[in-house]
């Protein structure tokens, strides 16, 4: 069992930038493949970014490739998101999640591969 918690979301003016953090506890993250997903209001739950459990791979969502960076601190057991250059369509409520099994090693971007999620949190960039 893992537990997740993000933190770090809030209201930014567009072109600014935030860093998300995913703290993990329990079992040792690094045992886990990690990954963000966002959920904007009235739509499905989106991949965004995955980083293999000793963080060596990072694969991105098409959207976000380029302006936002995941990286994780398996020392701290924290992963984080790094976003860039924010733009009104990246509003959303963004969640971490870990799997076990094959997401360690290679990308999964469906939601039913993960198998723990944080809270989320909320990210809003205004115009």
């Known amino acids: 069992q893992v537990q997740l918690v993000e933190s770090g979301g809030g209201l930014v003016q567009a072109g600014g930038s935030l860093r998300l953090s995913c703290a993990a506890s329990g079992r040792t993250s690094s045992m886990y493949g990690m990954a963000w997903f966002r959920q904007a209001p009235g739509k499905e739950r989106a991949f965004v970014a995955w980083i293999s459990s000793n963080g060596g791979t990072t694969y991105y969502a098409d959207s976000v490739e380029g302006q936002f960076t995941i990286s994780r601190d398996n020392a701290k057991n924290v992963m984080y998101l790094q976003m860039n250059n924010l733009k009104p369509e990246d509003t959303a409520t963004y969640y971490c999640?870990?799997?076990?099994?094959?997401?360690?090693?290679?990308?999964?971007?469906?939601?039913?591969?993960?198998?723990?999620w944080g809270q989320g949190t909320e990210v809003t960039v205004s115009s």
């Open positions: 999640a870990a799997g076990r099994g094959a997401v360690r090693l290679w990308y999964r971007t469906i939601p039913n591969d993960y198998d723990y």
